[in-house]
């Protein structure tokens, strides 16, 4: 009798999936895996590299699910920024623990640790990777993705990616690709800002194209999506919302997110604290309808900017934001055609605007934003009071160059 529940479980994913086919909606891969593939991981130790995200279409977690089946045994999980379950603030360092809700040992990949050692592997057969990513090289989960593929690779163990959708367009690449001399945390790989790529595929481009440490290959299976094409947006797939990342609440934050993450970099506030992140953006000296008619000015495809007011305050998942407690004044992104917006252009008009304005209030740290940007040349353009057209066509042959290297390891058309 102990056996018919996770029984019962799997039979009503299979309707589930099978209901979600026949209607064309996306399918992602942790369900099809759960339908089709469970056979990869009988009677093997599995660790899961995922968070909060990490869920299937009835709103259960993969953790949840896979322990529950009989002959699956999950011996360890692997959270990356924010945590297992996606508690944790930006930033926070995560400690190792064990999952309340399972009781299985829980290993931060976001603290000391990035990359999962010898000991905290030993026993693992397999390693199975469920993150939502949004689709920007400076988004960490993409990191821990390169790092724990890594890590497959040196202690042989088997690398499953259960694919998810690209959330903006898998067609979309812009900015500048990655610097050597700037990898970090925050930009693991040679790619552009924005590279159009499903976790999936990206795992198969890192593996494949000789880019993980060592040269070493990892034994990586990819289990596809059904119904998904590559020109869909998020909000076209059919899945529920759950925030990538507690600071984007939103598809709207989503769009912006590439290319105002850059303001992270000044002492202008990027709207944490507030209800619309990345989507605000101000200081108390700045001029709202002065920075949003010069923006305007500039007739940035696909984009308009508002004044605003805005006042940042601590929230769970935004501690200590710029200027707490203090009125802000800027403008707000408002993108009118996704398809046409190009997130990382728009950001240089912004700090170009900004640094015209207030060249003597901007202040900029120069490491942080060349880390974000992947490269120095932006910043140094910027300070040269380059306009941004000219910034904006220092990177475009690297990225077409990318945009044609990157096919090879496409899934979906």
């Given at each position: 009798m102990k056996q018919i529940?996770?029984?019962?479980?799997?039979?009503?994913?299979?309707?589930?999936?099978?209901?979600?086919?026949?209607?064309?909606?996306?399918?992602?891969g942790d369900e099809v895996f759960v339908q089709k593939f469970l056979n990869l991981i009988e009677g093997k130790r599995v660790g899961i590299i995922t968070n909060q995200s990490g869920v299937l279409r009835d709103g259960r977690h993969i953790v949840d699910v896979l322990s529950g089946i009989p002959g699956v045994k999950v011996v360890a999980l692997f959270g990356p920024e924010h945590g297992i379950r996606g508690a944790a603030p930006a930033g926070a360092v995560v400690g190792n623990s064990v999952d309340e809700k399972t009781g299985i040992p829980v290993f931060?990949?976001?603290?000391?640790?990035?990359?999962?050692?010898?000991?905290?592997?030993?026993?693992?057969?397999?390693?199975?990777?469920?993150?939502?990513?949004v689709g920007a090289r400076f988004y960490t989960y993409i990191s821990t993705l390169d790092l724990t593929l890594e890590a497959a690779a040196e202690n042989k163990i088997e690398y499953i990616v259960l694919d998810r959708p690209d959330m903006l367009s898998g067609d979309l690449v812009d900015g500048p690709v990655l610097v050597d001399s700037l990898k970090s945390f925050v930009g693991i790989q040679p790619i552009p800002s924005v590279y159009g790529m499903t976790p999936g595929e990206l795992a198969t481009m890192f593996n494949e194209a000789g880019w993980i440490a060592g040269g070493e290959k990892a034994n990586l299976k990819v289990i596809r999506m059904e119904n998904y094409h590559r020109k869909m947006w998020y909000d076209q797939t059919g899945l529920s919302w759950q925030k990538p990342s507690p600071n984007l609440p939103g598809m709207t934050s989503v769009e912006v997110y590439p290319g105002s993450v850059l303001i992270e970099a000044t002492n202008i506030s990027e709207g944490r604290g507030?209800?619309?992140?990345?989507?605000?953006?101000?200081?108390p000296f700045i001029d709202g309808e002065k920075l949003s008619r010069l923006l305007n000015r500039q007739h940035i495809k696909g984009v308009r900017f508002k004044s605003v007011d805005f006042k940042p305050k601590s929230l769970p998942w935004a501690?200590?934001?710029k200027y707490e407690g203090e009125i802000c004044h800027g403008v707000r992104i408002v993108v009118t055609d996704r398809n046409e917006f190009k997130p990382v252009e728009m950001g240089v008009y912004l700090l170009w605007a900004l640094r015209k304005l207030y060249p003597d209030s901007l202040k900029i740290r120069p490491l942080a934003l060349d880390r974000l940007a992947g490269t120095p040349v932006i910043r140094e353009m910027i300070y040269e009071?380059?306009?941004?057209?000219?910034?904006?066509?220092?990177?475009q042959k690297q990225t077409e160059e990318f945009s044609r290297f990157r096919k090879k390891f496409l899934l979906y058309k």
């Open positions: 529940k996770p029984i019962s479980i799997v039979l009503s994913l299979f309707l589930l999936v099978s209901t979600c086919i026949a209607g064309g909606k996306v399918v992602t931060s990949l976001y603290g000391k640790v990035k990359k999962p050692t010898p000991e905290m592997l030993k026993g693992i057969d397999v390693l199975i990777y469920d993150i939502q990513d507030t209800e619309r992140p990345f989507e605000f953006i101000g200081a501690t200590n934001p009071g380059k306009h941004p057209e000219e910034i904006i066509s220092s990177w």
